[in-house]
């Protein structure tokens, strides 16, 4: 039974989502019809994740569940629970921003900072699928709309990434898998 016909069988408008998110196990009531974006910013105040198009088109609210990138406003919050959500707050290790956010900040990538995030999430989930981020890097960008001006520093942080050895890109760069 899938997770729809499982809501729809229960006849319940709130459930109990537990889930462990950026390596902390969490729990939270919510409506049943819940978005898995709005679960991550309103239940659990993690305001990382931001909600651009609401259609999946922008990947603005791109997150890692299962290690796997998928678009958090196409997704229902109890559809994760049980499983492992990384969201970007997720992404830096012991304070310090990871080998993929530091190319970021020293490239200008950032821009404005709103798709910021999904950009970030999309890269770490094609790294941890072992794609070849420097080979897939316009099909992996692609799939976000930056209305900021365009992706030349996304695409020099990518290279510097993938320069000093960022898991996931190619050898021809000096990187590893």
Known sequence: MSIEETIAASGADVAEVAVTV??????????????????????LGLTGTHVGCEHGACGACTVLVDGVAVRACLMLAVQVSGREVTTVEGLSQ???LSPLQDAMWAEHGLQCGFCTPGILC???????????IEAAMDDLLGGHICRCTGYQNV??????????GGAGCGSASGGTR
């Open 22 to 43: 950026n390596g902390t196990r969490r729990r939270a009531q919510t409506e049943v019809r819940t978005l898995l974006s709005d679960f991550l910013r309103h239940d």
């Open 94 to 96: 012991d304070g310090e």
């Open 122 to 132: 999309t890269l770490e989930g094609a790294a941890r699928a072992g794609d070849d």
């Open 155 to 164: 695409r020099a942080a990518v290279r510097r990434w993938c320069g000093e």
